[in-house]
C-alpha cells in the first residue's frame, strides 16, 4: 500500500487556505435566523439577494488566498469568479444545511427553506446535493480545498488560459487526494466521492436564474453584483 504523506509545504500551503476559508465566513447566523422564525417569501427573497451579495464578495477575498490566483490573467480571474461563485454559493449552503446541530433543528431548517417562496420543483434537487454533501461529512480542511477546486476550475467560459488554471488546480487535487486517504482510510472511494459532488453541483448551476426568477414574489429585485454573476435582469 502507497505510504500518503502531506509534505511540509502542503500543509503550510492549506494552512493559509483553511485560515481563509474560515476568516471569510459569511455571518454564519443565517441558519440560526431561519429557526428563529419563518419569514414571508419577500423578507427570504431579500435575505436570499443579501447573503448572496455578501457572499461573492467572500469569494473574491478567499481567492486572493489562493497561491498564483493573483498572477492569473485578470479577465481570466474575473472569468473563474463569475463561473464558480453560483457553486460556491450552493457549497456553502450545503454545509451550512449538513453542520451538527441540536436535534430537530434540521428539520425546521430545512421546513423553513422549502417553504421560503422558491418554486417547488428545485426544492427536490437541492436536497438531494445537500444531502449528498452531508453524507460525507467533510472536514473543514476538505470543504476549503473543494471550494479552492470549484475555482480553479479551467474549463470555464471565457477562460483564454485554462493551462494556466490547471497548474494552480493540481496541486489542490492532490492535496485533497492525501487528505483524503489519510481522513477517510476506510473508504477507498472517499476522494472520487467528493469530486462527484462537484459535478452534481454544475446541474445546480444550469437552474440556478430560473430559481430566482420563479420566487414566489411580485417583484424580483437584485444588487448590481447579483445582475453580474446571476445571469438574471
Ligand atoms: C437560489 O435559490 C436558493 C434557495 C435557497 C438557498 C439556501 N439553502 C440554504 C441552506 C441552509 C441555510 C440557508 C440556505 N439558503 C439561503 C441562503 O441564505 N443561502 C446562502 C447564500 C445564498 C450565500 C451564502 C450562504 C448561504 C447559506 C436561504 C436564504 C433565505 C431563505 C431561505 C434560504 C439558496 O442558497 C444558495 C439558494
Not at 427553506?113 to 472536514?139: C, D, Q, V
Not at 480542511?141 to 494556466?164: F, S
Request: hydrophobic fraction near 40%; glycine fraction near 2%; proline fraction near 4%.
Amino acid at each position: 500500500k502507497e505510504k500518503v504523506e502531506i509534505t511540509k509545504e502542503q500543509r503550510a500551503l492549506m494552512k493559509v487556505i483553511v485560515e481563509a476559508y474560515n476568516r471569510h465566513q459569511i455571518p454564519q447566523d443565517m441558519a440560526k435566523k431561519l429557526l428563529q422564525e419563518q419569514y414571508s417569501a419577500e423578507e427570504n427573497f431579500l435575505l436570499l439577494t443579501e447573503m448572496a451579495t455578501n457572499q461573492v464578495q467572500v469569494l473574491v477575498e478567499f481567492t486572493k488566498n489562493i497561491p498564483g490566483f493573483l498572477s492569473l490573467d485578470h479577465e481570466d480571474q474575473i472569468a473563474l469568479l463569475k463561473g464558480s461563485a453560483v457553486e460556491a454559493m450552493f457549497l456553502r449552503s450545503a454545509q451550512v444545511f449538513s453542520r451538527k446541530m441540536p436535534t430537530g433543528h434540521t428539520e425546521v431548517l430545512e421546513e423553513r427553506i422549502r417553504k421560503s417562496g422558491i418554486s417547488e420543483e428545485f426544492i427536490t434537487p437541492m436536497f438531494n446535493f445537500y444531502k449528498s454533501i452531508g453524507e460525507l461529512h467533510m472536514a473543514q480542511e476538505e470543504q476549503a480545498l473543494l471550494t479552492a477546486i470549484t475555482i480553479l476550475t479551467p474549463d470555464r467560459p471565457y477562460v483564454k488560459n485554462q493551462q494556466a488554471v490547471e497548474r494552480l488546480q493540481e496541486p489542490m487535487l492532490d492535496m485533497l487526494r492525501k487528505l483524503c486517504v489519510l481522513q477517510h482510510p476506510q473508504e477507498q472511494q472517499y476522494f472520487a466521492r467528493l469530486l462527484g459532488r462537484l459535478t452534481e453541483l454544475r446541474t445546480l448551476n444550469h437552474y440556478h436564474a430560473e430559481m430566482l426568477t420563479s420566487w414566489r414574489v411580485n417583484d424580483h429585485k437584485f444588487t448590481p453584483l447579483l445582475c453580474e454573476i446571476w445571469d438574471v435582469q
